[in-house]
């Protein structure tokens, strides 16, 4: 069982920074790849971006390739998404969620999933 807590968003401007974390419980979080998604009002949630289980793999969605990164500490069974040069269209709820194995795309693959913290860029 893994649960998962987001904090860090916030509203910011267009061309602002902010990061997210996501602390997660239980003693086996190394075990888990870990993907960020997002879910706009009256849109359906996509994926932003997942990082394999060591860490040394990440994969991003077209959309903020270049501009968001995500990363994790073991130690501290904590994922991040740093994000840069945030745009309006990037106004979501952002979840991370976690899956035993290697990353996928589709949040369906995913076993765990925090409550989401709200991200709202203005222009």
């Known amino acids: 069982q893994v649960q998962l807590v987001e904090s860090g968003g916030g509203l910011v401007q267009a061309g602002g920074s902010l990061r997210l974390s996501c602390a997660a419980s239980?003693?086996?979080?190394?075990?888990?790849?870990m993907g960020w998604f997002r879910q706009a009002p009256g849109k359906e949630r996509e994926f932003v971006a997942a990082i394999s289980w060591s860490g040394n793999r990440t994969v991003y969605a077209d959309s903020v390739k270049g501009r968001f990164t995500i990363s994790r500490d073991n130690a501290k069974n904590t994922v991040y998404l740093q994000m840069n040069s945030l745009k309006p269209e990037d106004t979501a709820v952002y979840y991370c969620?976690?899956?035993?194995?290697?990353?996928?795309?589709?949040?369906?693959?995913?076993?765990?999933w925090g409550q989401g913290t709200q991200v709202t860029v203005s222009s």
């Open positions: 239980g003693r086996t979080f190394s075990r888990y790849a």
């Open positions: 969620a976690a899956r035993r194995g290697d990353y996928r795309y589709e949040g369906r693959h995913y076993d765990y």
